[in-house]
């Protein structure tokens, strides 16, 4: 008779296990339905964001916004991935937010070092680059003016100085 019970106690516990599984099952599969309905009504968005080059920050963040719930689907990170990549270049920093963003929530690898430092020297290196081509441009720029100065001062003859 013990025997009896437990078995009917792990049936019963089987059977509710059971329909547990079944409902989360439900769940999965229609957040999957969801997720899909996204991705198929952001794909436009986002390519023509970037077919028209557009640097509308408040709509691009807007879309990232979104695209962020789905991008632990495949399809999803494509479009994420390739609309951050479109962002690096009008706001790189605000770009690798996102990329970090889209870490904490969906990425499952703890020891991946966080994209920020790794942007940061890049940005760094980008701009250092940019400061160095334009402090030689404006040492350039001096030197021609110092070069029409002295042209200048040649051409006209000093106080006090006999030509």
């Known amino acids: ?28 599969e229609s957040l999957r339905d969801i997720q899909e309905l996204g991705i198929s009504q952001y794909t436009p968005v986002v390519e023509q964001i970037i077919a028209t080059r557009s640097r509308d920050v408040r709509h691009i963040e807007h879309t990232l916004d979104y695209l962020l719930d789905f991008a632990c689907h495949p399809q999803g990170l494509i479009l994420f991935k390739s609309l951050c990549r479109h962002y690096y270049a009008i706001d790189p920093s605000a770009a690798v937010e996102y990329v970090n963003a889209y870490r904490e929530m969906w990425d499952t690898d703890p020891d991946k070092e966080p994209v920020v430092r790794k942007s940061r020297n890049t940005v760094t290196a980008v701009v250092g680059k940019q400061i160095h081509r334009k402090k030689e441009a404006t040492i350039r720029n001096i030197r021609t003016v110092q070069k029409n100065e002295v042209c200048a001062i040649k051409q006209f003859p000093q106080k006090g100085r006999q030509p």
Request: zero cysteines; proline letters at 0%.
């Open 1 to 28: 008779m013990i025997g009896h019970k437990k078995s009917k106690t792990k049936t019963s516990a089987d059977s509710e296990y059971g329909r547990m599984f079944e409902s989360v099952r439900g769940l999965a």
